[in-house]
């Protein structure tokens, strides 16, 4: 039995509405920005961009069950990567 999530971690990037001729357009666009974000930012700027954009980001999102699984994920994927 799985356990229900209630993270999406499928695309869903997006502007409701408007349709994209390829699925990782949006993504793409979105990566985009975060590169054009810290454009510039000395390395201790662009890791405080990280943190508030996370707090931004968790308090747009304000469902802690999904920020619970959205933070295992992360770990989870950042213990693997390390071999941890």
């Not at 999406?8 to 974000?37: C, K, Q, S, V």
């Not at 931004?56 to 933070?71: S, T």
């Not at 295992?72 to 693997?80: D, K, Q, S, T």
Request: charged share 25%; glycine share 10%.
């Amino acid at each position: 039995m799985t356990n229900p999530t209630h993270l999406n971690t499928e695309p869903h990037f997006g502007i409701p509405g408007e349709r994209y001729r390829h699925a990782y357009t949006p993504g793409d666009d979105f990566y985009e920005m975060l590169i054009e974000g810290h454009r510039g930012l000395s390395d201790e700027q662009s890791e405080l961009m990280n943190a508030r954009l996370v707090l931004l980001l968790a308090n747009h999102v304000g469902d802690l069950r999904v920020l619970k699984e959205a933070i295992a994920a992360a770990r989870g994927g950042v213990e693997e990567s390390s071999g941890v």
